[in-house]
């Protein structure tokens, strides 16, 4: 079986014989990214600690970086009471140091149950120690139940440190109530930590409304660089670090920063808030052909398409081949030149089956047979008609 040939040089990348579809893993690198990160780094040394010259510019130019991040996310850092923007390593990190360091360390947590592996392996380490999680429910579609964070905060013996949930849902797309949930977790004076790892760039998102007391950012889902993250903390928000070491971001990340990264990763957020409109309706109408191509061609009893009846991601489709075995499934389109995934990328080594599945209720078939596919601002109508042709063959055994 022959693999299209793929031009993605409109992304700044070579030709390959891979059709790319597993964007809510990670993104390729905007062009644009690449060259702010290489202009920074070619400034020449920049540890923003140290105090000469060389130090000092490269501290301007983290500042300028965090501010710009702020500034398009709807939040002014440079206030003197203004909101913090902390570096990490990534989403998960950023979703650790959150879990770990905000509210009283004895009292309980919430998490959903579709949360990233970050947060649920997090929660089930720290239910394994003997703190108490509140498992917060969704229903059939994968939207999380507020009559069960309303239940939660009555039931358990004191009120939560901590609430997390994501804003959109890494496997199915599915956007989540997060107004609704903040206007809960305020009333009862509970902080709001929200994972916007999947949002930004894709749908709007403001730090300032959003309601949320803490929110992680990772700028590899929206085109930028990977092995950086971000953890928004509102005005006035303490936090304890969990790590030790030097005395950089008011003690609470100790390390140098990495100074080109953040350059990048503001250039990536810039980028992709000003072309969101743009980019959200490509996604849209790639996702919908894709969706409608496997409806018209397998039928609405050989496929399940997840959260397709509630607001989504623009770019997401999880989709279960009912029949088929999710493992078998991607080798093979693996081999058909159809690059995606069968879940979290943080859990594909293992494959385990879909969490976020089995929380929403979903038969046995469904869960071993789904597969996601998430499209980009670089995908294309020629990929997705490609990748119709080689799944629907792969489905029907022709």
């Known amino acids: 079986m022959s693999r299209p040939v793929v031009d993605h040089t409109n992304s700044g990348q070579q030709s390959v014989n891979v059709i790319y579809l597993d964007n809510n893993a990670t993104t390729a690198t905007d062009p644009r990214v690449c060259k702010a990160v290489a202009d920074a780094m070619a400034r020449g040394p920049a540890n923003a600690s140290s105090q000469h010259q060389l130090g000092m510019s490269a501290r301007h130019q983290l500042d300028q970086s965090l501010a710009v991040i702020g500034e398009v996310l709807g939040s002014d850092l440079t206030r003197v009471d203004a909101a913090r923007l902390i570096v990490t390593s990534g989403g998960t990190e950023a979703n650790n140091l959150a879990l770990n360091g905000i509210g009283d360390p004895t009292a309980p947590i919430v998490v959903s149950r579709i949360e990233h592996p970050s947060v649920l392996a997090l929660a089930e380490s720290m239910e394994r120690s003997g703190r108490l999680v509140g498992w917060l429910d969704v229903d059939s579609h994968g939207v999380v139940r507020l009559d069960s964070l309303a239940e939660l905060f009555a039931n358990l013996p004191t009120l939560p ?71 928004w903390l509102r005005s006035g928000l303490e936090i304890r670090p969990s790590l030790r070491g030097g005395e950089q971001q008011l003690l609470t990340r100790p390390g140098t920063e990495p100074v080109a990264m953040v350059a990048g990763a503001a250039e990536a957020v ?103 596919f998430g499209v980009s601002k670089f995908s294309t109508a020629v990929e997705i008609d490609h990748s119709l042709d080689r799944i629907c063959r792969l489905i029907l055994g022709r």
């Open 161 to 231: 440190a901590l609430v997390s949930v994501m804003s959109a849902n890494n496997e199915t797309g599915v956007i989540q109530p997060i107004a609704d949930i903040a206007a809960a977790c305020h009333q009862a004076g509970v902080p709001l930590h929200v994972d916007a790892t999947q949002s930004v760039g894709k749908v709007e998102i403001n730090l300032s409304s959003l309601g949320a007391d803490a929110v992680t950012i990772t700028p590899h889902k929206l085109h930028g660089p990977a092995g950086i993250g971000f953890l």
């Open 270 to 372: 810039r980028l992709a808030v000003g072309e969101l409109s743009k980019s959200a309706e490509h996604m849209n109408r790639l996702r919908d052909r894709f969706e409608c191509g496997l409806l018209d061609r397998l039928g609405e009893q050989a496929i399940v398409i997840h959260g397709r009846q509630v607001s989504r991601l623009p770019s997401t489709t999880c989709v279960s081949f009912l029949g088929h075995d999710r493992q078998q499934l991607l080798m093979s389109l693996d081999l058909a030149g159809i690059a995606c995934s069968s879940g979290s990328a943080c859990s594909s080594g293992s494959s385990p089956p879909s969490h976020v599945l089995m929380a929403m209720g979903c038969h046995r078939d469904e869960v071993q047979s789904v597969i996601r």
